[in-house]
């Protein structure tokens, strides 16, 4: 995969998957109580950018370690296991 095809890939994924958020929602709440939304954003962006670095950093160090095949079990399980987890919660009430 090329830069522009990595880069618009990893763009519009995390795009969509930040809409709607609990993130997005508290930047919302924050910038509407604060009434400084440019603090605010800068805020918000070096946090996201501070998390977005880490899984980065993570993600290096498994494809070090790792082969893809065995990243790619051990990322769906651990997917299948967070949303257990949230199943069970909704469940429980």
């Known amino acids: ?3 522009w095809g990595a880069f618009s890939s990893t763009f519009v994924t995390i795009f969509l998957a930040e809409m709607g958020d609990k993130t997005q929602l ?5 910038t509407a109580e604060s009434h400084s939304p440019w603090i605010v954003f800068a ?3 070096t946090a996201l950018i501070a998390t977005s670095l ?13 082969p ?7 990322v769906g399980m651990l997917l299948l296991s967070v949303s ?5 919660d909704v469940i429980q009430g």
């Open 54 to 66: 880490l899984g980065v950093m993570l993600g290096c160090w498994l494809a070090k370690r790792l």
């Open 43 to 45: 805020g918000a962006a």
């Open 26 to 30: 508290a930047t919302l709440l924050m």
């Open 1 to 3: 995969m090329g830069f």
């Open 68 to 74: 893809a095949g065995i990243q790619d079990k051990v």
């Open 84 to 88: 257990a987890w949230l199943l069970w």
